[in-house]
């Protein structure tokens, strides 16, 4: 066997062959070389440029110069402890290990220890890789992990409260009911107020169940998924369903807004006010709110020829504006747009909606105001069947009219009619 000078990485004892070296210089990971006195007798090319030192210049340094002063004691007694007892294990495991460059800069590192013994002697080998980039990656997924959970406790308070506002909405209009049965002139009107109430509590309880199951489970199997990426490190996969579960919440808030809102209507909550409304800004502060769940290519063109002042409730008139726009984005194929035309016509503002979406069939135009009625062509799009109905009844609170033209498959045009009786 050759022996080799050991102050020439080239011509080294623990160098044998030129198959050996190449292996040696080509590894994709820092190896140092230590005698039993802790001083380097070789290094690769990937563990002095992880330092930061130039080539051979680690041969001959003690290797806790290689770590932060705080732990440079400690580890000289660790190293003998290997010494005396040599066996190939990581080190640090459960543990944050961090190195020093040559410059001073700490960073974290993933250590594996192996031995080997040359004319009597052993040489501990350290495998060293940087994992600065890893560790940045945890830190991402650790914080995404936190919005998560912060998320998740904000939906169960937004859900617990929207609920408990559905029971009580129930119980009163339980209550209600239970009064007029127990006036004795009024038993049969009583007896067919449960009848449909026991029927609309039934589609409700229906509706709802088949409504949230979908978002719920898009929200358990994402945040399943997103555990599973954290693992893997697939960051990009963990914002993915992280979108996900945020589109989910808000359609399960939707859904809770219309139930609520049908309740409030229900028992007369909703009280008309007189104000001075600037159309333009109503108009495009609607358009800004839908515009997150238009479809894409999806446009809303504005023709705005009415006053641009009136007089009405801003409250009720967006309900209505933002509903009709977001069905007929909803019932629209991508790329077609949203035509909104606003006149006023004597003291009435006329405003209609147009789509070139799916229309409703014929058959379904008598039925389309009813709650939870939904067309037959609607059944593989999400809805409760209450947006129409709720629209009406607004549109009613402002003494108004709500008509509609509309073909299968030839798109709708829903116009409103609302009497301005003061003027600005």
Avoid: C, W
Avoid at 395 to 408: Q, T
Wanted: hydrophobic fraction near 40%; charged fraction near 30%.
């Amino acid at each position: 066997m050759r022996i080799f000078n050991f102050m020439d990485v080239n011509q080294n004892p623990l160098v044998t062959d030129d198959a050996f070296r190449e292996i040696f210089h080509s590894m994709s990971e820092g190896i140092v070389m230590v005698d039993s006195t802790g001083k380097i007798v070789i290094a690769n090319p990937i563990a002095e440029q992880t330092f930061g030192y130039q080539p051979s210049e680690l041969n001959g340094v003690v290797l806790e110069e290689l770590l932060p002063q705080r732990y440079r004691g400690h580890h000289v007694s660790l190293r003998k402890g290997f010494n005396a007892h040599p066996e190939p294990r990581k080190m640090g495991f459960g543990r944050d290990l961090t190195a020093l460059k040559k410059d001073g800069t700490e960073f974290p590192v993933e250590i594996s220890l192996s031995y080997s013994k040359v004319k009597g002697q052993v040489l501990v080998m350290a495998f060293i890789s940087d994992i600065s980039l890893r560790k940045k990656s945890e830190e991402a997924l650790r914080r995404s992990e936190e919005q998560l959970i912060v998320y998740a406790a904000e939906l169960e308070r937004k859900v617990q409260s929207r609920t408990e506002a559905l029971h009580t909405s129930v119980e009163k209009l339980e209550k209600e009911v239970a009064d007029r049965i127990k006036a004795e002139e009024e038993t049969r009107k009583a007896l067919e107020k449960e009848r449909e109430f026991n029927e609309l509590k039934s589609k409700f309880v229906s509706i709802a169940s088949h409504e949230f199951r979908t978002p719920l489970s898009t929200i358990l199997s994402s945040v399943s998924l997103i555990d599973q990426y954290k693992q893997r490190n697939e960051v990009d996969k963990i914002d993915k369903h992280t979108a996900r579960v945020k589109s989910s919440v808000q359609h399960l808030t939707g859904i809770l807004n219309d139930f609520l809102s049908l309740g409030k209507l229900e028992e007369g909550k909703v009280d008309v006010l007189q104000e001075e409304i600037n159309l333009q800004t109503l108009f495009q502060d609607i358009i800004e709110e839908v515009k997150a769940s238009l479809k894409a290519g999806q446009a809303i063109e504005l023709d705005l020829k009415a006053g641009a002042t009136i007089v009405s409730d801003a409250r009720i008139l967006r309900n209505i504006f933002f509903n009709l726009i977001s069905n007929a984005s909803k019932y629209s194929e991508q790329g077609q747009p949203i035509e909104i035309a606003a006149s006023k016509e004597k003291e009435i503002l006329v405003i209609s909606i147009r789509d070139h979406g799916i229309g409703i069939p014929e058959e379904d135009h008598k039925h389309l105001f009813e709650h939870f009625f939904r067309a037959g062509n609607v059944s593989n799009i999400q809805g409760t069947g209450l947006g129409l109905h709720i629209v009406r009844r607004y549109v009613e609170l402002l003494n108004g009219k709500i008509s509609f033209i509309s073909a299968y498959k030839k798109g709708s045009t829903f116009t409103v009619s609302i009497p301005l009786e003061n003027k600005v």
